[in-house]
């Protein structure tokens, strides 16, 4: 399995730099930022040319950052061209964490996984802080 990421400037870089930091290296995993000197078909020749290394060989996922933007409007041309591939939108450092989770225990890559694990991702840690502090008052009643 073949993971690019893709996003405005350096935002899939660093969350592929953070995850190697976390859990180790990712192979067959590359990022990919479009830079304000890249135009569109700049950042589509760099996507293609990863996604040619795997295509065909193995099953590719391609998550963006923003549905919409440069990077997601590219990513949705190519899935004209390679239809197999499976791209997300919303990257964050969760999805990534369990991309290579499941990548590293040998499973089968659910995309529904990676959307549940990236919303999942997402907490209002107040609120979390004060849900768990109302329970250790009820505790102490």
């Known amino acids: 399995m073949a993971l690019i990421l893709m996003s405005h400037g350096n935002m899939a870089i660093e969350t592929l730099k953070s995850a190697e930091l976390i859990i180790g290296e990712l192979p067959e995993t590359v990022a990919l930022g479009l830079q304000k000197s890249d135009g569109p078909e700049d950042l589509k020749a760099k996507a293609e040319a990863e996604i040619k290394k795997y295509y065909g060989k193995e099953p590719v996922f391609l998550i963006v950052d923003l549905l919409g933007g440069t990077p997601g ?33 040998g499973s089968d890559i659910k995309v529904t996984d990676l959307m549940k694990e990236a919303k999942d991702g997402i907490v209002d840690v107040n609120a979390f802080l004060n849900a768990d502090s109302d329970e250790d008052d009820e505790e102490d009643e």
């Open 73 to 105: 409007n590219v990513a949705v041309n190519l899935t004209q061209t390679y239809p197999e591939m499976q791209v997300i939108s919303g990257l964050n450092l969760p999805m990534v964490i369990n991309y290579a989770n499941q990548k590293f225990i």
